[in-house]
T-cell receptor, first 112, second 110 residues
Framework: DTAVSQTPKYLVTQMGNDKSIKCEQN?????MYWYKQDSKKFLKIMFS???????INETVPNRFSPKSPDKAHLNLHINSLELGDSAVYFC???????????FGSGTRLTVV | DQQVKQNSPSLSVQEGRISILNCDYT??????FLWYKKYPAEGPTFLIS?????DKNEDGRFTVFLNKSAKHLSLHIVPSQPGDSAVYFC?????????FGPGTRLSVLP
């Protein structure tokens, strides 16, 4: 009954590959997010999405694209993976008007 | 450019004593602040928040203080318990845009 679940937890892949990370939330929240935790442990917003609006952090390369089949899912697709994409990626969700986020447990992506 | 800073990467405190975690921010437009706690191999969990219209918010052993003029907030944990050992992230927001600090690792020693 995990509230925000991400799969896979670990992903090792070669440069140039295309991969996806899935995220699902069962909280009924209206907004979902993807964060990247960089080497200095900062959590940086990549995307936020609700059923009305996708907000993209302009610093995110267009090789990264979110796909939301419904409001409970926000998947992250990454094309042509690069070494610098190696990081931990966190999915999160929130409900407009309420405090805080609920985070997934993270996906550690390693590009070799 | 770091808009939210947590200048202490780590902090060790004896069980039963007070833990004080600090956070500084640069953007005066931030109007909402949160603290998250993160255990290894888990995602951050929401701990406590404060709006810019307040200077203190308390929830059990956790109290957050906000000093807007200094652009500084702190999280106090009293009394500290070994289970509080985790990484604590400060976050600040303007509207839907949240910015997280790098985190402080708290170790509570028995």
């Amino acid at each position: 009954d995990t509230a925000v679940s991400q799969t896979p937890k670990y992903l090792v892949t070669q440069m140039g590959n295309d991969k996806s990370i899935k995220c699902e939330q069962n909280l009924g929240h209206d907004t979902m997010y993807w964060y990247k935790q960089d080497s200095k442990k900062f959590l940086k917003i990549m995307f936020s999405y609700n059923n009305k609006e996708l907000i993209i952090n302009e610093t995110v390369p267009n090789r990264f694209s979110p796909k939301s089949p419904d409001k409970a899912h926000l998947n992250l697709h990454i094309n042509s993976l690069e070494l610098g994409d190696s990081a931990v990626y966190f999915c999160a969700s929130s409900q407009t008007g309420y405090n805080g986020y609920t985070f997934g447990s993270g996906t550690r992506l390693t590009v070799v | 450019d770091q808009q939210v800073k947590q200048n202490s990467p780590s902090l060790s405190v004896q069980e039963g004593r007070i833990s004080i975690l600090n956070c500084d921010y640069t953007n005066s437009m931030f109007d909402y602040f949160l603290w998250y706690k993160k255990y290894p191999a888990e995602g951050p969990t929401f701990l406590i928040s404060i709006s810019s219209i307040k200077d203190k918010n308390e929830d059990g052993r956790f109290t957050v203080f906000l000093n807007k003029s200094a652009k500084h907030l702190s999280l106090h944990i009293v009394p500290s318990q070994p289970g509080d050992s985790a990484v604590y992230f400060c976050a600040a927001s303007e509207g839907q845009n949240f910015v997280f600090g790098p985190g402080t690792r708290l170790s509570v020693l028995p």
